[in-house]
């Protein structure tokens, strides 16, 4: 009977954890998704990584270099996060818009945010830099998460989903 449960659970496995990967766009949305990105990122994708690491209170937004000695893409990088992280302070989510569309998963509900509901913060890194956001609001978690979803779609040859677990026990 053990044995038939293990079975059992592992089956359950198996079925239900590709429902939760994120499905990558059309090679036309990908395209389309690189040519607008090229307005408003200054910074080479092609020589960069964004990693997309959801937590238990919203998530953390990455964007690395390749090549680690490529100090030209990491100044990029770095001065597009730091604009973009005090737009998203204000509210303002304009940028992402231009990119990915004002129907992308999870932008009404973070444009809808009131000041200070959602604690945005800039680091550098080694090799780029990132914007944690963080909230205790339900539906904003939620936000975050089909956002960075929904980013990890648009940008498929660009991005990977990240792993936070320091951050999801805090």
């Known amino acids: 009977m053990k044995q038939l449960t293990i079975v059992f659970l592992f089956i359950v496995l198996l079925v239900t954890i590709p429902a939760y990967a994120v499905e990558k766009a059309s090679e036309q949305r990908l395209d389309e998704v690189v040519q607008r990105g090229s307005h408003v990122m200054p910074f080479d994708l092609e020589q960069t990584t964004h990693v997309f690491s959801k937590t238990a209170t919203g998530g953390v937004q990455q964007v690395i270099v390749k090549d680690p000695v490529n100090t030209g893409q990491i100044k990029l990088i770095r001065e597009h996060l730091t604009?973009?992280?005090?737009?998203?302070?204000?509210?303002?989510?304009?940028n992402p818009a231009k990119i990915h569309g004002d129907t992308m998963p999870g932008l009404d509900e973070l444009r809808k945010a009131k000041p200070n509901q959602i604690d945005i913060t800039y680091k550098e890194l080694p090799t780029g830099a990132e914007i944690n956001y963080s909230t205790?609001?339900?539906?904003?978690?939620?936000?975050i998460h089909q956002w960075f979803d929904a980013q990890l779609s648009d940008h498929a040859r660009h991005a990977i989903s990240g792993h936070s677990d320091h951050q999801m026990h805090k």
């Open 83 to 94: 604009k973009i992280s005090h737009e998203f302070q204000q509210g303002d989510f304009s």
């Open 136 to 143: 205790e609001s339900p539906v904003l978690i939620n936000a």
